[in-house]
C-alpha cells in the first residue's frame, strides 16, 4: 500500500537506521542533533556536490546535481547528491531529459566523508535512492556508485535483489518506529564512539551522587 505525503520521512535517515536504529529515532523521532568533526566536515564537503544549478559534462557524460526525488512505495523523499546521465541504446528502460537530447541511463553517485563502511549503512541509501528514481522515471537502475573523499575512491555497487529487500525492510521498520513514536534501547558498542549523538544518547555520568541522581536512589544505602 502506498504511503501517502503525509506518511513520508527523510530517504537520508535510511543510513541511520541502518547504523543503529536508535540513533535514527533520536534524530527523526526526537529531533536531537550534535555536530562533531565528522559530520561538520561532511556538510562542508557536500555544499558543491548539492548545488542543483552545477552541472558537469565528462565527455559523453551529463552530471545532475541535487534531484531531488522520492517514493511513495518506500515512503521515503529526499536529494540525490549527484545522478550520471550516461548515453543509453535505448534496448532496455531510459531516461529523458528536457535539455539534453537523447536517450540516457541513469547511474547515481552518493558522496561521503570517510571511507567504506563495514556494514550496508551506505548501500541501502544508495539503493533507496536509485529505487525513488526507478519509481519516478519508470526506469531500471541496475548499478550505483561512492566517491569517498578520505580514500578519493569510487566504489561502484551492484543494486540486486538482496539489497533491495534490504532497504525495503529498513524503511518498513522506520515507519513503524514512527508510528509508535518509540525510541529504541542503546547497545554501547565500539561504533558509539564515533557517532555524534554519543553524549546525546548515552551521557557521562561522573561522580557518585550525579549517578544517583539519575537514578534517584542512593546507590549506596542498605535495605533496613
Not at 132 to 143: A, D, G, Q, S, Y
Not at 152 to 172: G, K, P, S
Not at 180 to 185: H, Q
Amino acid at each position: 500500500m502506498p504511503y501517502t505525503d503525509d506518511d513520508m520521512l527523510m530517504l537520508s535517515g535510511i543510513q541511520h537506521y541502518k547504523f543503529c536504529p536508535r540513533q535514527w529515532a533520536l534524530i527523526h523521532l526526537e529531533q536531537q542533533w550534535n555536530d562533531n568533526m565528522l559530520t561538520a566536515e561532511g556538510h562542508i564537503l557536500h555544499t558543491r556536490v548539492d548545488d542543483p544549478t552545477y552541472r558537469v559534462k565528462n565527455g559523453d557524460t551529463i552530471t545532475l546535481r541535487g534531484m531531488h526525488i522520492a517514493s511513495s512505495s518506500l515512503g521515503l523523499y529526499g536529494v540525490a547528491d549527484a545522478v550520471e546521465l550516461i548515453p543509453s541504446d535505448g534496448q532496455d528502460s531510459f531516461f529523458t531529459h528536457p535539455r539534453y537530447p537523447g536517450k540516457w541511463q541513469l547511474f547515481p553517485v552518493e558522496y561521503k566523508h570517510g571511507r567504506q563502511k563495514p556494514d550496508e549503512r551506505d548501500e541501502v541509501q544508495l539503493a533507496a535512492e536509485a529505487m525513488c528514481m526507478e519509481e519516478m522515471f519508470h526506469v531500471n537502475i541496475p548499478k550505483g556508485a561512492f566517491f569517498y573523499f578520505e580514500t578519493r575512491t569510487r566504489e561502484y555497487v551492484d543494486i540486486d535483489e538482496d539489497l533491495r529487500q534490504e532497504t525495503m525492510r529498513c524503511a518498513e521498520a522506520m515507519h513503524e518506529l514512527f508510528r509508535k513514536g518509540v525510541t529504541p534501547p542503546g547497545r554501547n558498542d565500539k561504533s558509539c564512539t564515533r557517532c555524534s549523538l554519543a553524549d546525546v544518547c548515552c551521557p557521562k555520568l561522573k561522580e557518585k551522587s550525579d549517578v544517583e541522581n539519575y537514578l534517584g536512589i542512593n546507590l549506596y544505602e542498605k535495605n533496613a
